[in-house]
């Protein structure tokens, strides 16, 4: 299953895609298009999936680059292909170099795609709320930048996360959250009686719009609740599960 934004398919030059969890080969809790190196799948079964990947978007001769993601700010410019089971230490990869596939890996946490077409620049950040929060997003069209991109012509897309309807929060979370950023009150739901929801999607989107970037499309699927298209951590905690898998978002310049 591959998902596009409507924003990016319409750029020349662009191949990119938000892909879920059908059409690979693992199986068990990683069934089936999980592209994780890091988890208990066997790493055969991951890497065909990231060649399925690729393959998906069109770019079946080129590299899927995905970096070891930690929830930091870290955005890595890529000029070359780096060893899968090597990869750099970021929450984002930035380039300028055709044929480069830049993915990142989600199961909740929001996968946000960006392309400046004139600069031929593109990247991927993964987003989750510490990341968001902390301005990966920010970093990440500051790399872009530094490429020759521009914030206000740079088209930016959030593909499946987590929900506010199934992203239930804490209220030292919430406390926590706007002890340091007030002006996020707005981020935060009453969806029932003593419950508290975060809309990480809406987030993203403000804070995207506060680096300048003009268009920003938001995707809105729920990697929570929709169990049979999306790997999804929070609900492998809830159902007690031990191992998930990851899907991956994935964007290339040619």
Known sequence: MKLEALALARLDGVAHGFLGRRGGVSEGPFASLNVSLRNADDTANALENRRRAVAALGQADHPLLIARQVHGTRCAIVEAAFDPLAPPEADALATATPGLVLGVTTADCAPVL?????????????????????GILEATVEAMRRLGAVPGRTVAAIGPCIAVASYEVGAEFETAFLAAEPESRRFFRAVAAGQRHFDLAGYCVDRLARAGIATVERLDRDTCAEAEDFFSYRRATRDGERHFGLQVAAISRF
């Open 114 to 134: 960006f392309a400046d077409p004139a600069a031929g620049v593109v990247a991927a950040a993964h987003a989750g709320w510490r990341g968001a929060k902390d």
